[in-house]
C-alpha cells in the first residue's frame, strides 16, 4: 500500500508484470510432486520478464543522482507486493477447476473487498514521509482523487 505512493508510475508498470515470474515459480514448486512441467518457451517468457523489470528498476539507480536506501527498500517492497498477488491467482486457479463460479459476481465482490480494505488504510496517508497530508485535508485529497480517477476535473483544480 505504502510502496505506490514512493515508486514512479513507469516503475510500477514495470514491476507490476513481476507477478507472472511468482506466478510460475510457485506453480512450478507445487506442480514438481506432480510431474507437470512448463515449456521451454513459456519459462522463455518468464525469464524475459525478470530481466526486463531488472534492468528497468537498475536503471532509476545507476542514473539517478537521487537515488536512495529508502528508495530501494519502496521498490523493493513494491517488488514483494506481488507475491501475495501471485498466490492469489494459483489459488483462484484452483477454485476455477474445482467448482463452476460467476466470474462476474467473483470480480465485483473482489473489487468490493478492495475498495472497503483500501477505504480502511486510507488515514495512514496522514503518516509523515509516506504522502504528508495533513489530516484535515485527508478527505478532501481523496475525493479529489476519485474525481480525478474518473477523468471529471484534472487533478490540482481543487486547490486555490
Avoid at 514448486?29 to 512441467?37: C, N, Q, T, Y
Avoid at 460467476?102 to 480502511?120: D, E, G, I, K, P
Amino acid at each position: 500500500f505504502f510502496a505506490f505512493n514512493a515508486t514512479p508510475l513507469t516503475l510500477q508498470a514495470s514491476l507490476s508484470h513481476t507477478i507472472i515470474p511468482f506466478v510460475v515459480a510457485f506453480t512450478i514448486s507445487a506442480d514438481l510432486s506432480v510431474g507437470r512441467v512448463f515449456s521451454k518457451k513459456a519459462l522463455g517468457g518468464t525469464a524475459m520478464i525478470i530481466v526486463g523489470s531488472l534492468f528497468h528498476m537498475s536503471a532509476y539507480f545507476l542514473y539517478s543522482s537521487d537515488a536512495t536506501v529508502t528508495q530501494i527498500w519502496w521498490y523493493t517492497t513494491f517488488l514483494l507486493a506481488q507475491i501475495p498477488l501471485a498466490l492469489s491467482a494459483i489459488i483462484q486457479q484452483q477454485c476455477y477447476i474445482i467448482r463452476r463460479l460467476n466470474v462476474f459476481y467473483m470480480l465485483f465482490y473482489c473489487t468490493m473487498y478492495q475498495c472497503l480494505w483500501s477505504l480502511l488504510f486510507v488515514p495512514l496517508n496522514c503518516i509523515r514521509g509516506v504522502n504528508n497530508i495533513a489530516p484535515s485535508q485527508l478527505w478532501r485529497a481523496l475525493v479529489e482523487f476519485v474525481i480525478c480517477g474518473l477523468n471529471l476535473q484534472p487533478l490540482g483544480s481543487f486547490r486555490e
